[in-house]
């Protein structure tokens, strides 16, 4: 369970695959270099992306190992990634499973670095914690890479209108009912936090923490808002139902009317990095 009261279940991102590209946001520039710094890397050794999505991460870090594998429960994630990885030339080298992470170790081998990308929260964390350590090598790392929540980057000065997210989420609220919706549950409360507390508890050791800064202006256009909200779990495109034509047409006026020209303006969010060594056995 990740969260009180509520269960994972198949449906947390169906339909939401397809949206990722186009609607998240990118990590900052520089995550890549950041990574091969302080971890070493040198394209030997081999990398483990825990609820890897459709490779967004994963992808990106290819080339700095030798092997890739990348796991996600969600078959339209685990389709866009094989899709992203032909797209990238690096099929050969990169191998996607479908399974939750409870799963693990499924048979997969040891690895110099674990990757989560803004994933762990949705799982079982003390028993994915434990297993995830008993699968790095010696001088192996844990990984999580995340958007710094703490950013809110000014638009003014720029040349679109802000996303207007406010008024987005209350047109969600409007169709989907004002307590978050996750898979076939909800999450009053949200996602968990605490994931210091989960990783000492499984011994690792940490964390080390480095901010790669963000800033940069981005110009997103209607298509990709649109892309965005349905490529989140609490607005995934199936849990509208009959009523989704109506929710996207209404989002859409809604975004024809914050900006006419149909372009929006924000500013790329820091990422941040936290990794966590594996602590001597029996600690």
Do not use: N
């Not at 008024?167 to 004002?178: H, I, K, Q, S, T």
């Not at 307590?179 to 605490?194: E, F, H, Y």
């Not at 006419?260 to 600690?283: D, K, L």
Request: hydrophobic share 40%.
């Amino acid at each position: 369970m990740a969260a009180s009261g509520w269960v994972w279940d198949e449906t947390l991102f169906s339909g939401a695959a397809v949206h990722y590209a186009r609607g998240r946001l990118p990590y900052a520039p520089g995550l890549v270099e950041v990574l091969a710094g302080v971890l070493g890397l040198d394209g030997r050794g081999r990398l483990l992306d825990v609820g890897c999505g459709p490779g967004t991460l994963a992808l990106g870090l290819a080339h700095l190992f030798r092997e890739v594998v990348g796991v996600d429960p969600d078959r339209g994630m685990i389709a866009e990634a094989r899709r992203g990885a032909a797209v990238a030339g690096v099929g050969g080298k990169t191998r996607w499973v479908r399974c939750r992470a409870e799963e693990l170790p499924a048979g997969l081998g040891t690895f110099t670095v674990a990757t989560f990308g803004q994933s762990f929260h949705w799982m079982d964390r003390d028993a994915v914690a434990t297993t995830v350590k008993g699968m790095l090598r010696p001088g192996g790392a844990w990984v999580h890479v995340a958007d710094v929540k703490t950013d809110s980057p000014s638009t003014e000065g720029l040349p679109h209108p802000a996303v207007p997210y406010a008024a987005m989420a209350e047109l969600v609220r409007r169709y989907l009912g004002p307590v978050r919706r996750a898979g076939r549950g909800v999450l009053p409360d949200g996602t968990p936090g605490g994931e210091a507390a989960v990783l000492a508890r499984a011994g690792f050791r940490g964390p080390e923490r480095h901010v790669v800064p963000g800033g940069q202006a981005l110009e997103r256009h209607s298509d990709d808002v649109v892309a965005w909200v349905f490529s989140m779990s609490s607005s995934a495109p199936h849990l509208f139902g009959t009523d989704r034509a109506a929710f996207e047409a209404d989002l859409r006026q809604l975004l024809r009317t914050a900006s006419p020209s149909g372009r929006f303006s924000e500013r790329q969010p820091g990422t941040e990095v936290v990794i966590w060594r594996p602590g001597p056995a029996g600690r």
